[in-house]
């Protein structure tokens, strides 16, 4: 609540102080970030258009034609919509339900429910993914075992190697989205127009239906595409999941096209329609976001009150925890059986127990030693470096620091429009050619993830500032400091615990991060995801689970030592 | 007298040369010391690649062996990527695809060398202009696993794999990721057409990428059959405990053959010519096929007693020329047929 008031004020405060903005000796630093920013996204769009469009010959449309008369484009590019579809509205069904209840309702245990939501979040699709072919397979997977040794049937229950298999299993790491998005919208909807149906003599229930469902609508739509967006840029889990049954999606396309020989003007052009969903995609969600019904949702005073569920608790609960036992409880358990056991179908006896999955993990394989010490760099790095850009640029923006800064927020956002694979494409072109010949690299990975993750830290960075009311930083000023002595020494900590937040997003992101690194990895750059997709291509199962599990723990770690530090949960929702 | 000199002349010499020959290795093994390592680029599945580079290392101690294990066609890939980007990475370029070292050659990224033991090698393992030499051999098989498929029912030959019945039983690799399975693909295309894949693609395959991934699937009962895979992998999985059974069809076993290579622009050029001489040796060999389960070109090699000798089996071997011509073929009907 004290966000949006303080943001008003802020704006007011503005045109005052905007007498002194160029005397400031700091400016270079200023508009070196915002050139730098510029930079890191032009240049890799730039080479993705530019390959799409010329040839030696000279400009040309014949990749497009070529990406868009061939059938099995065109089939990728179907399989990808449906999918992604489906995605949305189940994430949506699963995402809303759960933050309905989290935050309307008088769901016992709501603290754990919102922690493993967040676990979701945090456990990679590709790995969640893996797990789920050990867990239904249609012949070997656990529960198809189980379901057979139930009911004595021949038939499995359920193959994940399938289309709904493959929708099921992005549905379920897509919904965190959703929830988060949902949940704040509920926490700000006020009980008032539910007390107004109330007195006209509606039930609760009816309430639910016509008033809260309605004014949740727009973040719902907004939810929606938010997930649809996440399905249409994932590779881990398509691929893993897809490629087996024969199921092309976009971005295991775009990957097929890199392999020898290269065509590397035909993944740039098949990356451009992905690029231009994306932007529609994105407008659409802000244009509902924005529109005029949603603002009931102002966060100005109210309160709300919590539905009595009755003697539905129980059921409900169960209902949760069948949700999240299918996203963490049952994909984790198989992960840690896999990593422990010489045969991961064989049951966990004494026999089958082994640790040589372990001890060929971190002692034989050499590559694991790199990939570790590889992604937690990037992952600090990255981070860090991250979230100073971040804050520079949301600085910029929010104290508007010179004219046009307002145009910063949207490069600081576009990479929400990037997916991943196509950031890939773009940086791989751009980069590996001179002057800036950074494949083979860990750089071009590094540059690929501030790519990536700055959205996420500026969004972060940006409503941080917004809460922090520039009088201090003015009083700072008056008595001399210049504007980045006052950034450094009154606002930072000021802005401490979300900067912090920022920073352990960028890290989580990267150190999980897949569709851009399979592209731009090298022999001395791989990074652990890397790993774990290449040891699944060869079936190394003990293997993969002790690395998935190692990415587990050090995101769980990180995210504690934060909250710990920061003394509050980074993915929170405002309670 | 006469005898007695030529006798002596020929043991001098002979002695000159043996000793030549140690001062020549002591002199690379110490100018291979000073380069530290050596970067192997391999499709030689992870657990026997990184027990050769164990090896090397505790024979030649000092010099670290960097293992990256991937697909054969990655492994092209990640050379040629490096090669148009002007990096300079790999040493020792070791596929199962030997169109690729036609490929390489051709494009002048191979740097010429002999290793000494390749001698007795038969003509299969060589490259007539001395730029790659066979490291090892691998069969292409069929295998099912005993636990679901009685051996009664069990397919016997290549053909034998089309019936419907096993629709929905089957693991295939994938030649766009594997050497051996592209091998196979030739072998068999050159043998039944294209139309024995696009009927095999009617049983609807699950698709894994490597030619060891098959082992584990069939392993775990997750598809009972599997209708191609590397055989040293099978082997290898059965020795662990595991129930596989392995089909050499009659009709013939596509045989791979996978060189080892020198890069032209090897940063550890004595670190390569070391290990090159040592992947030659019989020891190394020797090796190979008793704890990896593999065939070599080694004549003086023996193998396990529970494995068919090679000629016992037919075997279809397949041209480096015309596997580097047709790859692209093979990749594009392949997926055609199976979707991915």
Redesign the interface.
């Known amino acids: 609540m004290a966000v949006s008031q303080t943001g008003t004020l802020d704006r007011a405060g503005h045109t005052g102080r905007s007498a002194f903005r160029f005397k400031d000796p700091t400016l270079p630093v200023w508009l070196g970030a915002a050139l730098f920013l510029v930079f890191l996204m032009l240049f890799p769009l730039g080479a993705i258009f530019r390959a799409s469009l010329w040839d030696d010959a000279g400009l040309t449309f014949n990749k497009y034609l070529e990406v868009f008369t061939n059938e099995?484009f065109l089939k990728a590019i179907w399989n990808t919509l449906i999918i992604s579809i489906w995605v949305g509205v189940i994430a949506v069904i699963i995402g809303a339900l759960l933050a309905w209840l989290v935050t309307r309702t008088d769901l016992p245990w709501k603290k754990p429910i919102r922690a493993l939501v967040m676990a979701s979040f945090v456990t990679p699709p590709f790995l969640g993914a893996f797990a789920w072919t050990l867990l239904a397979?249609?012949?070997?997977?656990a529960l198809n075992k189980l379901y057979r040794f139930v009911t004595g049937s021949e038939e499995a229950l359920f193959n994940i190697?399938t289309m709904p298999g493959l929708i099921f299993v992005m549905a379920l790491y897509s919904f965190p989205y959703v929830f988060s998005m949902i949940a704040n919208v509920c926490e700000l909807i006020s009980s008032d127009l539910e007390d107004a149906a109330e007195i006209l003599g509606a039930n609760k229930w009816r309430i639910a239906w016509t008033v809260t469902f309605p004014l949740a609508m727009p973040a719902l739509i907004g939810g929606f595409i938010l997930a649809f967006l996440h399905s249409l840029s994932l590779f881990g889990a398509p691929a893993i999941l897809?490629?087996?049954?024969?199921?092309?999606t976009i971005t295991?396309q775009i990957w097929?096209l890199?392999?020898?020989?290269?065509r590397l003007d035909m993944a740039a052009a098949f990356s451009v329609p992905l690029l231009l969903a994306t932007m529609v995609l994105i407008a659409a969600q802000k244009k509902i976001l924005g529109r005029r019904g949603f603002s009931t949702v102002g966060g100005k005073g109210g309160q709300k009150r919590l539905i009595r569920l009755g003697w539905r608790r129980v059921p409900v609960l169960v209902i949760v925890f069948g949700i999240l036992s299918l996203s963490i409880f049952l994909p984790y358990w198989i992960l840690l059986k896999a990593a422990l056991s010489?045969?991961?179908?064989m049951p966990l006896t004494w026999d089958n127990f082994t640790l040589n999955n372990l001890s060929?993990a971190f002692f034989?394989?050499?590559?694991t030693k790199l990939a570790i010490y590889n992604t937690f760099k990037l992952g600090i790095l990255t981070a860090t470096l991250g979230t100073l850009l971040a804050t520079l640029i949301a600085y910029i923006t929010n104290r508007n620091l010179f004219r046009g800064a307002r145009y910063l927020t949207f490069f600081a956002l576009a990479p929400l429009v990037i997916p991943g694979i196509v950031l890939a494409v773009g940086l791989f072109i751009a980069y590996?050619?001179p002057p800036l010949?950074l494949?083979?690299t860990v750089w071009i990975l590094f540059v690929a993830y501030l790519t990536k993750e700055m959205p996420i830290g500026f969004s972060q960075a940006e409503s941080t500032f917004k809460s922090i009311h520039p009088e201090l930083e003015d009083a700072s000023r008056v008595i001399g400091a210049n504007r980045l002595t006052t950034l450094v020494d009154v606002t930072a900590p000021l802005a401490r615990s979300g900067l912090i937040a920022a920073w352990s997003f960028i890290f989580i992101g990267v150190i999980r991060e897949l569709s851009a690194s399979i592209l731009l990895f090298?022999?001395?750059s791989k990074v652990v995801s890397v790993v774990i997709f290449?040891?699944k291509?060869?079936?190394?199962?003990g293997v993969i689970a002790v690395l998935g599990i190692l990415l587990l723990v050090v995101s769980f770690a990180v995210i504690l030592t934060v909250q710990w530090f920061a003394g509050r949960d980074p993915v929170a929702t405002r309670e | 007298m006469k005898k007695s000199v030529v006798c002596l002349i020929t043991l001098i010499s002979s002695l000159a040369l043996t000793s030549m020959l140690a001062a020549q290795d002591a002199a690379l093994v110490q100018a291979a010391r000073k380069e530290g390592k050596v970067?192997w680029?391999t499709s030689l599945?992870?657990?026997s690649s990184?027990a050769i580079a164990?090896f090397f290392e505790q024979k030649y101690k000092g010099i670290t062996v960097?293992?990256?294990?991937?697909?054969s066609?990655?492994v092209?890939?990640?050379v040629?990527?490096?090669a148009?980007?002007?990096?300079k990475?790999?040493d020792i370029i070791h596929t199962s695809d030997a169109g690729h070292f036609e490929l390489l050659k051709a494009k002048n990224l191979l740097l010429k060398y002999t290793p000494q033991g390749v001698g007795p090698f038969p003509d299969g393992f060589k490259d007539k202009a001395g730029f790659y030499y066979g490291m090892r051999a691998t069969l292409s098989v069929i295998a099912y696993n005993p636990k679901t498929v009685p051996d009664k029912d069990a397919p016997k030959t290549w053909k034998d794999l089309l019936n419907s019945k096993w629709n929905?039983k089957e693991v295939t690799a994938h030649p766009?990721?594997s050497g051996i399975i592209m091998t196979h693909v030739l072998a068999l295309v050159n043998t039944y057409g294209w139309d024995y894949f696009r009927d095999l693609a009617k049983n609807k395959l699950?698709?894994?990428?490597?030619a060891?991934?098959p082992?584990?699937?069939v392993?775990?009962?997750?598809?009972?059959i599997g209708v191609n895979g590397a055989e040293y992998f099978y082997y290898k999985t059965l020795k662990?405990g595991?129930p596989i059974k392995i089909v050499y069809p009659k009709e013939g076993v596509p045989l791979i053959v996978s060189p080892v290579a020198i890069a032209k622009d090897a940063p550890h050029p004595n670190a390569a010519k070391l290990f090159t001489e040592f992947i030659f040796a019989k020891e190394s060999q020797q090796l190979l096929a008793d704890k990896e389960g593999l065939y070599t070109g080694h004549p003086d090699v023996t193998y396990p007693s529970d494995k068919p000798k090679l000629k016992e089996l037919k075997l279809l071997p397949a041209d480096a020329d015309e596997l580097e011509k047709r790859n692209?073929e093979i990749?594009k009907r392949f997926?055609?047929y199976?979707?991915?």
């Open positions: 099995q397979g249609p012949n070997a997977g190697f897809g490629l087996p049954a024969g199921l092309h295991t097929a890199f392999q020898y020989p290269p010489k045969a991961w179908a060929f034989q394989y050499d590559d590996t050619r010949m494949y083979g090298a022999p001395k290449d040891l291509e060869e079936g190394q199962v | 970067v680029y599945a992870l657990p990184t164990h960097e293992v990256h294990r991937t697909g066609q990655r092209l890939q990640r040629m990527q490096e148009t980007a002007g990096i990475n790999g929905g766009g990721y699950h698709i894994v990428q490597s060891n991934d082992a584990g699937v392993a775990s009962g997750e598809r009972p662990q595991n692209a990749k997926v055609e199976f979707g991915a």
